[in-house]
């Protein structure tokens, strides 16, 4: 999260460290939904086959 720019850190000695106002701003920005993203599809399930087990697995 630091890499991408979402959180601004300080750095004591060699460290990277979060600041309190760092992270209630984050915390913010979560909750105004800034980082949400739009579902990238449904969910593959599982077919089972007439035993019940699913396919290419042992029971």
Known sequence: MRQ???LET???MGRPYVTAAAAREFERRVAAGEF???PS???RK????A???AKGGQS
Do not use: E, I
């Open 46 to 49: 599982n077919r089972l086959s």
């Open 10 to 12: 300080v750095n004591m």
């Open 41 to 43: 599809g449904a969910a």
């Open 51 to 53: 035993t019940g087990a």
């Open 4 to 6: 991408r720019g979402w």
């Open 36 to 38: 949400s993203k739009p």
